[in-house]
């Protein structure tokens, strides 16, 4: 499957429970969201190479907070959207396509919702999706910012996507969110089948990710709310019948935040 040419994309883990997205391509390393420059400075001294280029997906701490440190270190672009305010070199904004080295046409999605700017960066000749927090393996992140509309669009807009693309999410949120996608579907076999994956893989403190559409369109409930048993189960915890999609995710997602 993999060409010369396909980046070779690695999980730097650094505070609890998040991911920095380290991408090898032929012409340069790049990182997605890194939140701790500590974590990537040790691993570019290890490969003795510079840093060619940082990606931002939104405005969070845990995902801005090394950038200041690796411009010092490297002369290199920092992409990202207008949200983030400071160590931006080049402000990019939804549906640009960027031509980055090594990673040939990267389009930038909207996937505002967690936050009102996030966008997404996805590597059309490659089918791999840098989604930041506004898509988990089985879950997606929580609403600060945005509304239940903002959420369906965004689901909508990443279930259109080919289901082949891999997907690297920020933070190992997985097995939690396994356990709510099995409240809601209790007998997905998908889901269980996945689930026992996950376990083995967390036993052996290995990622689960990253993932890919098809799988999450199979088990993640929040790519699932015109499924009848996902709005079976929403409406039930309403207390009242829900549409399937907005409604349904509305409820979907506020249920997961007291979960
Ligand atoms: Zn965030």
């Not at 969110?177 to 376990?199: G, T």
Request: net charge negative; hydrophobic share 40%; charged share 15%.
């Amino acid at each position: 499957m993999s060409s010369p040419q396909t980046p070779i994309v690695t999980p730097l883990p650094c505070f609890l429970d998040n991911y920095i997205w380290h991408i090898e391509t032929s012409q340069g390393d790049w990182v997605v969201d890194p939140g701790d420059a500590q974590v990537v400075l040790a691993y570019q001294a290890k490969r003795g190479k510079p840093l060619a280029g940082v990606l931002i997906t939104h405005h969070h701490l845990d995902h801005t907070a090394g950038i200041a440190a690796l411009v010092e270190a490297f002369a290199m672009p920092v992409y990202g959207p207008s949200e983030v305010r400071e160590g931006i070199s080049n402000y990019i904004k939804v549906d640009d396509v960027l031509t980055l080295d090594g990673m040939g046409s990267v389009q930038v999605l909207d996937v505002a919702a967690h936050t009102l700017g996030h966008i997404a960066y996805y590597l059309k000749g490659h089918d791999l999706l840098f989604c930041g927090d506004s898509l988990f393996s089985a879950g997606c992140g929580r609403l600060f910012e945005g509304t239940p509309t903002d959420l369906a669009r965004v689901m909508s807009t990443l279930s259109a996507l080919p289901a082949v693309t891999v997907i690297f999410p920020t933070h190992e949120y997985t097995a939690a969110n396994i356990r709510f996608a099995e409240a809601i579907e209790p007998d997905n076999n998908e889901l269980k089948h996945y689930a026992h994956k996950v376990a083995a893989w967390r036993a052996k403190n290995q990622p689960s990710l990253p993932t890919h559409l098809a799988l999450e369109l199979a088990i993640n409930p929040f790519l699932r709310s015109h499924e009848s048993t996902v709005v079976a189960a929403a409406s039930t915890y309403a207390g009242k019948p829900l549409q399937p999609g907005e409604q349904t995710l509305a409820t979907l997602r506020a249920w997961k935040d007291v979960f």
